[in-house]
């Protein structure tokens, strides 16, 4: 079992930055690889980035790729996702999820929302104009 909790959102004007952290408990954080999702409303939850259990290896939405950074640290059983450049398209509700993937599991996988077992309760963005 894994419970994340996000923290780190909030309000930021165009063009700033923001860092989301997600702490997990539980002893065996290091062996799941996690995930960033967003949701606007009215739609499904949509991939922002992963990073593998050691932290080794990231992807990135085609939205994000460039501007947003995931990375994670085992010893704090935290992963991050820092935002930068931000956009108004970017304001959304952030959530955390976790999930053992195997290891050669391909990227595509970690995109599905539907294959993360664990979630947390969100954190809200919203950049201004």
């Known amino acids: 079992q894994v419970q994340l909790v996000e923290s780190g959102g909030g309000l930021v004007q165009a063009g700033g930055s923001l860092r989301l952290s997600c702490a997990a408990s539980?002893?065996?954080?290091?062996?799941?690889?996690m995930g960033w999702f967003r949701q606007f409303p009215g739609k499904e939850r949509e991939f922002v980035a992963a990073?593998?259990?050691?932290?080794?290896?990231?992807y990135y939405a085609d939205s994000v790729k460039g501007r947003f950074t995931i990375s994670r640290d085992n010893a704090r059983n935290t992963v991050y996702l820092q935002m930068d450049s931000l956009k108004p398209e970017d304001t959304a509700v952030y959530y955390c999820a976790a999930e053992r993937f195997g290891e050669f599991d391909g990227w595509s996988l970690h995109t599905y929302y539907t294959a993360y077992s664990y979630w947390g309760q969100g954190t809200q963005v919203t950049v201004s104009s």
């Open positions: 990073v593998r259990w050691n932290g080794g290896s990231t």
């Open positions: 539980g002893r065996t954080f290091s062996r799941y690889a």
